[in-house]
Structures are given as C-alpha cells and as structure tokens.
C-alpha cells in the first residue's frame, strides 16, 4: 500500500496567519482526500483533490480558507488561511485509487491556534 | 437526517474474548462499507471492505457482517490481544459521492490482559 507522509506533523500558529501542509505520496495515486479530525470527534472530509482538476470542496469548506493545490500524482498541499482558534484540529490526507478501494492516510498534522 | 452511529461508550474487553463493534447508518444507501483502526496520534489504517451484496467477509481474526436491510454493519475481533486496543471506525461509501468515504465517530476499544 502507499506510504504517504505528511509535513508537518504538528505546529502551533498565531491568529490571523496560513500554514500550508504538504502531502507526499511513494507512488502515483489518482485520488486524494483531505480530513479534519476536531479532538474526540470522526473524520470530516474538507475536499477531494484529482490532478489535473480544481478541488472539489465539501459543504461547509470553501476554497478561500482552504485552498489546495494536486500539481503531480504524487503530491498535495492544504493550506488554512487566516486562521482562528476554531481551526485547531488535525488535519489529514489520505490517497485511494477508486470507489471500491481503501484509502491509505498519512498521520495528520496537529495544528494549534493560539 | 443522515447519521451513522457507533457504540459512543468505550468497549472494555478480557483478553480472550470476542469483542463485537456496532456501526448503524440511517438514510444512506452506501455501495461500500468500511472498518479503519486508529491508534492515538496515527491516521487511520484500512482493516476491511464489504460489499452491499455480501454478507460477510472474514480476515484472519476480524469478521465484518453487513446487513442492508437492518442498515447495520458489525465488526467482530475473536481471540482478542491488549495490542488490538484502539479506535475502530466504519465508514460508508455512498454510490453517487464519488469515491467520498463518510466516517462515523468510532468506538474505543480496550482489552486488558
């Protein structure tokens, strides 16, 4: 399965700043999904990220606070713009190949707000 | 409304016995199901894929059963291990979402020795 590796894996940040987390992937994946996993809470998926197409994002995330870049097959970046007390979380990739596949996640970046 | 529920209480266990994860879904018609476990401080790890059309499907220790019509999956550990100790997530995949997976908010498992 796909190693994926995230950077970085935690960082604490002030109000009213963007930090941009990078996805790396050992091999060519089609699809790639980013999370965020609130403290005791589930998965919530932000977007869906296929190279070569703009992100699709789910309701309640827009790309204005989120925007996310899939230049290659191999790689992906989040970025949390401006952000707030409410924007500390984990935030997650995973990559999958398909509908009716898994998908394989990297350990998450714990950001903080202060 | 849409839901998906797991046992929200944390499932304590003797090593030995079979532990037994619930995961009900209401006004949802997934194509998949799936069961992630997540140890602190990890992602979460791909254990099994059932199909609407299967009933169950076994690996090794871990048996998943899927009933459509009871809109309930179960996910069972025999000859539990303290290194099985963690959370344990279903997830649907819903046919006309793309490849989107819809968690729901896991159980917590421990098994003591």
């Known amino acids: 399965s796909a190693v994926i590796s995230q950077k970085p894996s935690r960082d604490i940040c002030q109000r009213g700043t963007s930090l941009t987390i990078q996805c790396q992937v050992d091999?060519?994946?089609?699809?790639m999904f980013w999370y965020r996993q609130q403290p005791g809470q589930s998965l919530t998926l932000i977007a869906t990220?296929?190279?070569?197409?703009?992100?699709?994002?789910e309701s309640g995330f827009v790309i204005d606070k989120f925007p996310i870049s899939r230049p290659n097959l191999t790689f992906s970046t989040l970025t949390v713009s401006n952000m707030s007390p409410e924007d500390s979380s984990i935030y997650l990739c995973?990559?999958?190949?398909?509908?009716?596949?898994?998908?394989?996640f990297g350990d998450g970046t714990r950001l903080s707000i202060l | 409304s849409q839901k998906i529920e797991q046992n929200s209480e944390a499932l304590n266990i003797q090593e030995g016995k079979t532990a037994t994860l619930t995961c009900n879904y209401t006004?949802?018609?997934?194509?998949?199901l799936q069961w992630y476990r997540q140890d602190p401080g990890r992602g979460p790890v791909f254990l099994l894929l059932?199909?609407?059309?299967?009933k169950e499907k076994r690996k090794e220790r871990l048996k998943v059963t899927f009933d459509t019509t009871l809109k309930q999956s179960l996910f069972h550990i025999t000859a539990s291990q303290p290194a099985d100790s963690a959370t344990y997530l279903c997830?649907?995949?819903?046919?006309?979402?793309?490849?989107?997976?819809?968690f729901g908010q896991g159980t917590e498992l421990s098994v003591k020795p």
């Open positions: 995973s990559v999958g190949e398909g509908a009716d596949q898994p998908q394989h």
């Open positions: 091999s060519q994946v089609t699809m």
């Open positions: 990220a296929n190279q070569g197409s703009e992100a699709t994002y």
């Open positions: 006004n949802y018609s997934p194509a998949y």
């Open positions: 059932i199909r609407e059309n299967e």
């Open positions: 997830a649907l995949l819903i046919y006309n979402q793309g490849g989107k997976l819809i």
